[in-house]
């Protein structure tokens, strides 16, 4: 599939006003991948550390922490604000929910796909995983692609009100979404906790 011109452009502006909602601190961003939203983030005046498994797109910027390591065991203690943008559907249903529990009390900006009436990627027939509706995304060849997932073969894809439901059981009862969203299955979701 190929990305129409507005859709970054879509995306910066969502991450603009969310982040901007924020009184500046420290920021970690999970799954940083390509550093773009870690470098806005710290031309806003943030405290940015980058967490990726992979250190291949980091670009380099001193004002950044950039921190090469899984971030399923990243240690999300002392930051204002977390970011998981592009990151959460790579992810499988355990390693979702283990995210968020690890992140509650803090304020969570998530970016992500869920699996709506019109995906814009091949998904899996519906599942039922740790009790949540949705679908699996064939995350297989990971190795040699660095916007797959890291470790995992096929990582889970909520529908959009059971997404809802595992937040707010896992310390988010509190979600705005971005709309109108950048696909028809993604946007941005703001996270507060309880």
């Given at each position: 599939?190929?990305?129409r ?36 983030a ?20 001193d004002r ?5 390591q ?6 999300l203690?002392?930051f ?28 969570m ?13 091949r ?67 703001l996270?507060?906790?309880?």
């Amino acid at each position: 599939m190929t990305t129409r011109p507005e859709r970054p452009a879509r995306r910066m502006q969502l991450f603009d006003a969310l982040i901007g909602r924020f009184p500046v601190g420290r920021l970690v961003d999970l799954g940083a991948g390509h550093g773009q939203f870690s470098l806005r983030a710290a031309d806003a005046g943030w405290s940015v550390t980058a967490v990726d498994a992979r250190e291949t797109r980091f670009p380099p910027d001193d004002r950044i922490t950039w921190v090469r390591q899984d971030v399923r065991t990243f240690d999300l203690g002392g930051f204002d604000l977390i970011l998981c943008l592009g990151l959460f559907y790579h992810l499988t249903i355990e390693d979702q929910v283990a995210l968020l529990d690890r992140a509650a009390g803090t304020p969570m900006i998530i970016d992500t796909h869920v699996a709506t009436a019109k995906p814009t990627h091949r998904l899996s027939a519906p599942v039922t995983a740790l009790g949540y509706r949705g679908r699996l995304y064939s995350e297989e060849g990971w190795e040699e692609r660095d916007t797959a997932s890291w470790q995992n073969d096929a990582s889970f894809w909520p529908r959009p009100r059971e997404f809802y439901r595992m937040l707010a059981e896992h310390g988010y009862p509190a979600v705005f979404a971005g709309m109108p969203w950048v696909t028809t299955d993604r946007t941005f979701f703001l996270c507060l906790p309880a």
